[in-house]
């Protein structure tokens, strides 16, 4: 059955590093998405993006954070210069349609950054 | 805006028992509900959702949730508790926009023998 990866599983750096997670999503779909989880809160909406364009962002999403689909396969996350507070579990997820209309949305296992 | 809150952080059952789990909604339009479920170390997987079809959702393993607007709930129950439903169980709601798909705060599930 098709799946979302997501690679690292986990992932270590220090504070002012920037960091990449990068995400597969399902090969025939068009809308992508991160979430993030940090411990013991919510799953939080990030960013959603479609036909190589940010869709919508929450206020977490500042400018600190971009994505990118550098090719036909990959979804990447980056975070510019890492924070304690950006360390959390990071979800990337992806839809066929919209996720809008209550079409569903397949989640990957998650990249657990942790910042030191 | 649309808002799940879930009830119970924690909820622990025996084996063979009823599971219920909580979720109320909160949402100027009609909502469309999921729940979610994951595994240690997996990520999210869709248990069932609501889309206005029927108010009696059924979704795998067993689970179903019925949505019900006079209580803004969307509550999800299993008549019989196995073992291996033992996980973190997320409500969601996603209103009009693109993708914003708003998450409860979970309920970790604990089956005893």
């Known amino acids: 059955e098709p799946e979302v990866t997501q690679t690292p599983s986990h992932q270590v750096t220090q504070m002012g590093q920037e960091v990449i997670l990068r995400c597969v999503p399902i090969?025939?779909?068009?809308?992508f998405y991160w979430y993030r989880q940090i411990l013991g809160q919510k799953v939080e909406f990030l960013v959603s993006?479609?036909?190589?364009?940010?869709?919508?962002k929450s206020e977490i999403f500042d400018d600190q954070f971009s994505v990118e689909r550098p090719d036909g396969s990959n979804f990447t996350l980056k975070i510019r210069s890492t924070k304690l507070e950006d360390s959390a579990m990071y979800f990337c997820?992806?839809?066929?349609?919209?996720?809008?209309?209550?079409?569903?949305?397949?989640f990957g296992p998650g990249t657990r950054l942790t910042v030191l | 805006a649309q808002s799940v809150t879930q009830l119970g952080s924690h909820v622990s059952v025996s084996e063979g028992a009823l599971v219920l789990l909580r979720c109320n909604y909160s949402?100027?339009?009609?909502?469309?509900l999921f729940w979610y479920v994951q595994y240690p170390n997996q990520g999210l997987q869709l248990l069932l959702k609501?889309?206005?079809?029927?108010?009696l959702v059924k979704g795998i393993n067993g689970f179903e949730a019925e949505f019900k607007k006079s209580e803004t709930s969307f509550h999800l129950t299993k008549p019989s508790a196995h073992m291996s439903d033992a996980a973190e169980y997320f409500c969601?709601?996603?209103?009009?926009?693109?993708?914003?798909?708003?998450f409860g705060a979970g309920t970790r599930l604990t089956v005893k023998p």
């Open positions: 997820a992806s839809s066929e349609r919209p996720g809008t209309g209550g079409n569903e949305q397949f």
């Open positions: 090969s025939n779909h068009l809308y």
């Open positions: 993006f479609y036909n190589n364009e940010i869709s919508e």
């Open positions: 949402s100027s339009v009609p909502p469309y």
């Open positions: 609501y889309t206005s079809a029927a108010t």
């Open positions: 969601a709601v996603s209103g009009s926009s693109f993708g914003d798909m708003r």
